[in-house]
């Protein structure tokens, strides 16, 4: 029985073509066509203006930061109900985190991001919003405080890539958005990132800081620092391969997340994460819920059918590493976190093989 993992890379096919292409030219780094090529696929695909290759997601949300002259001493608002990646950069700045829950969408309450506002005795400089598991947060009304408070809005649509909202792409509502390669993403370079914006000064300026800030002149000549933060060629042409089948992929997660919701909809203890109204999500993972039963029993069961399933993302606010960070939280996303599970949601997984993963759930359901 080969292991079913919650997601793993799946290729396109014309990976090995590309990569090959690229070793003929010998532009195997740091730059080449390839990476045009696949920023210019972001832009096409999602409607952002402007893209920057990276090597990571992680560093897309530090360089978005960076732009915008966020520092120390400056408050970032931040969902709480993600992974770390998402906040990391605040650190890095030497800013401010507050952490705002989520509500019944499971992403960001916008009840509770204007409550922060208000309470907060410093206007917050930026916002971090991620959404969640490929599902679209109430964007509509998140841009609309943003604007109305004069604070950025940077998308983390790490998980996302894809998913849209009254058929508008996921990471171009707000400043910034930022996709992720990263190995288990819905499209893999085996590891790099994308920054887009409407802004092409400030995607100029990242692209500065990406490549160690160096001034226009034949000699080496720095007037501030930066990173090495670009996407290797190489990579580069997986991403414009990858790209390629990127709405196949979509569709498939969405069909996995419907034999799941079909398949277990006689269990009544369960559900399953929502989708607000106007959105497709990607269903990068299908993720669920557990009202009874304990879900770190169902991880044992799932473990005796070979297939992995994980806890949902610990909540930032009950993260050792910020005890002493402000939040504005209501219980949501520590009883999720509580209850919930991801599940194996690989695109390139068959019916048989996620059918294992439904039987394991039945049995300890029964
Ligand atoms: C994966 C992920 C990141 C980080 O992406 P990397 O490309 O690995 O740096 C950030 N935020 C969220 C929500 C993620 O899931």
Redesign the pocket.
């Known amino acids: 029985m080969q292991r079913l993992f919650l997601s793993s890379p799946h290729m396109s096919g014309k990976e090995q073509e590309y990569i090959a292409e690229v070793f003929q030219s010998n532009y195997i780094a740091p730059l080449g066509a390839f990476v045009e090529k696949f920023e210019q696929s972001i832009k096409e695909h999602t409607g952002a203006s402007h893209a920057l290759a990276l090597s990571?997601?992680?560093?897309?949300?530090h360089l978005a930061l960076r732009v915008l002259g966020i520092g120390k001493d400056d408050i970032v608002l931040a969902s709480s109900f993600?992974?770390i990646?998402?906040v990391s950069a605040i650190l890095y700045q030497g800013a401010t985190p507050v952490f705002i829950d989520s509500d019944e969408s499971w992403n960001l309450s916008p009840q509770l991001l204007k409550r922060a506002i208000g309470e907060l005795e410093k206007k917050p400089k930026a916002l971090i919003l991620?959404h969640?598991y490929g599902q679209m947060a109430k964007i509509e009304e998140i841009v609309t405080i943003c604007k109305e408070e004069g604070i950025y809005l940077i998308e983390?649509a790490?998980?996302s890539l894809g998913a849209t909202y009254e058929g508008q792409q996921s990471g171009t509502f707000g400043d910034f958005g930022?996709y992720?390669?990263?190995g288990?993403?819905i499209l893999t370079t085996s590891?790099?990132?994308m920054l887009v914006s409407h802004n092409g000064e400030w995607i100029e300026k990242a692209k500065f800081f990406s490549t160690q800030a160096k001034e226009n002149f034949l000699h080496y000549e720095h007037e501030e620092y930066g990173y090495n933060y670009r996407m290797s060629n190489v990579l580069a042409s997986v991403g414009v391969a990858q790209m390629e089948v990127l709405e196949e992929r979509v569709s498939r997660k969405r069909e996995i997340f419907e034999l799941y919701r079909r398949e277990l909809s006689g269990i009544e203890e369960i559900s399953f994460m929502p989708e607000i109204e106007g959105s497709r999500g990607n269903r990068w993972l299908s993720t669920i819920l557990f009202d009874k039963i304990d879900p770190l029993k169902v991880v044992k069961a799932l473990e005796r059918v070979n297939a992995e399933s994980r806890p949902l993302?610990k909540p930032m606010h009950l993260q050792p590493l910020f005890s002493d960070a402000l939040c504005f939280v209501d219980g949501s996303s520590q009883k999720m976190y509580s209850k919930g599970l991801c599940l194996p949601s690989p695109s390139s997984a068959s019916n048989e093989e996620l059918m294992r993963v439904v039987k394991g759930i039945q049995t300890i359901c029964q």
């Open positions: 990571s997601a992680t560093a897309g949300l993600t992974f990646g998402s991620t969640l983390d790490a998980e930022v992720s390669f990263n288990n993403k590891g790099g990132g993302w």
